[in-house]
Every structure is written in C-alpha cells, then in structure tokens.
C-alpha cells in the first residue's frame, strides 16, 4: 500500500490571525503610567477580640513544640562544646 505524503501546512501566528481593531483618537495620557498593586493592604489587618478554644489549643501546642526544639538545639550544643574541650585537653596531652 502506498502512502501520498501529506502537504506542508503553513501555520499563522495567533496574533497574526486576530484582527485588531485601529485604535483612532488613542491618547497616550488617558493609559496610566504605574499599576497601582494589589495585594499588600497600607495597614496590616490585626484579628480583635478573645482568640477562639481552637486557635489557643493550637498556639500552646505550637509554643511547646518551640521550647522543646530550643532545649534541644541548646543541650546539642553544649555537648559539642564538652566534646570540642575534651579532645583539645586529648590532644594536648598526647601531643604534649
């Protein structure tokens, strides 16, 4: 069975293909010159009233959480510091 090869298409741009309409009586004043953003309001909003039973459980645990991680990262510390005293005071003694 013989297969014809297909013909090449000529593809258009998307852009080539819409049809703008002419701007007529355009002014450039009329476009503004800065995009005001959105997004970051001029002052931070702030939650008022008591905090809900959710959201005080919640900052506890979270407040907990923290003071354990910081115990921990404070007792690692100290004992690379131990370990770092004990094998200069090695050292000095092997070497010395």
Excluded: H
Excluded at 24 to 41: C, I, N, S
Excluded at 64 to 85: C, E, N, P, S, W
């Amino acid at each position: 069975m013989l297969i014809a090869p297909m013909p090449k298409r000529t593809r258009a741009r998307a852009r080539a293909r819409r049809q703008e309409a002419p701007a007529y009586g355009r002014d450039e004043l009329e476009r503004p010159t800065q995009r005001q953003r959105a997004g970051r309001p001029i002052e931070p909003t702030r939650a008022v009233g008591e905090p809900s039973q959710a959201l005080a459980r919640a900052e506890s645990w979270e407040r907990g959480f923290v003071a354990k991680d910081f115990r921990r990262l404070v007792v690692t510390i100290a004992v690379m510091i131990a370990l770092l005293i004990a094998s200069g005071l090695v050292v000095t003694a092997v070497l010395g």
